[in-house]
């Protein structure tokens, strides 16, 4: 079993920035990728980005130049760098692990971009 906490969610006006983590506990082997998706009320889950055990990272076309995925093995951390915030950014992300003990998916916190 894996454990995902992640924080960092909040209000926001445009053009803002804040920082999501999303730390990892449990059962974790030393090559897995984690990844942070979106859904925003009414429409399906997203894939917004990706950051593999090696540290290759891959980004939804919307979010290229805005956002930055990373992460902190030593802490099983990986973190979501969100700057230039739109108001279609609003949605609850969620972390997730992929990993040889399968997927697991965080609780979702809240991100709300609004004037």
């Known amino acids: 079993q894996v454990q995902l906490v992640e924080s960092g969610g909040g209000l926001v006006q445009p053009g803002g920035s804040l920082r999501l983590s999303c730390a990892a506990s449990g059962s974790i082997f030393s090559i897995y990728a984690m990844s942070w998706h979106r859904q925003a009320p009414g429409k399906q889950r997203e894939l917004v980005a990706r950051?593999?055990?090696?540290?290759?990272?891959n980004y939804v076309n919307s979010v290229k130049g805005r956002f930055t995925i990373s992460r902190d093995n030593a802490k099983m951390t990986v973190y979501l760098q969100m700057n230039s915030l739109k108001p279609e950014d609003t949605a609850v992300y969620y972390c997730r692990y992929s990993g040889s003990s399968g997927d697991y998916w965080g609780q979702g916190t809240q991100v709300t971009v609004s004037s």
């Open positions: 950051i593999s055990s090696g540290g290759s990272t």
